[in-house]
């Protein structure tokens, strides 16, 4: 199974992007569709997490980013709005599926200028 992310770039303090990231590969049952980041210097931690109908966040970005997923499309997004310079990482989507396996994408770079 492989993670294919996208939709990382530039942008302002107070800007928008959207994260989207497509799952390839033998995969029958998803269990969890999430976003990590890693800021410079930083841990890696969970932004955003879809397990089941339950959704998760960091507190850092509750109510201001929102994760959503197409199961039929192995596909899961990450609405980024207000953005701060403090957001500004390296972003990874992560899917759990068929109860075993885990996959990881490439990282796509978020970079938010102030």
């Known amino acids: 199974v492989q993670l294919q992310a996208s939709g990382g770039g530039l942008v302002q303090a107070g800007g928008s992007l959207r994260l989207s990231c497509v799952a390839s590969?033998?995969?029958?049952?998803?269990?969890?569709m999430g976003w990590y980041r890693r800021a410079p210097g930083k841990e890696r931690e969970l932004v955003a997490g879809s397990s089941g109908g339950s959704t998760n966040y960091a507190d850092s970005v509750k109510g201001r980013f929102t994760i959503s997923r197409d199961n039929a499309k192995k596909t899961v997004y990450l609405q980024m709005s207000s953005l701060k310079p403090e957001d500004t990482a390296v972003y990874y989507c992560?899917?759990?599926?068929?109860?075993?396996?885990?996959?990881w994408g490439q990282g796509t770079l978020v970079t938010v200028s102030s």
């Open positions: 992560n899917v759990r599926y068929n109860g075993w396996g885990n996959a």
């Open positions: 590969g033998t995969i029958s049952t998803i269990n969890a």
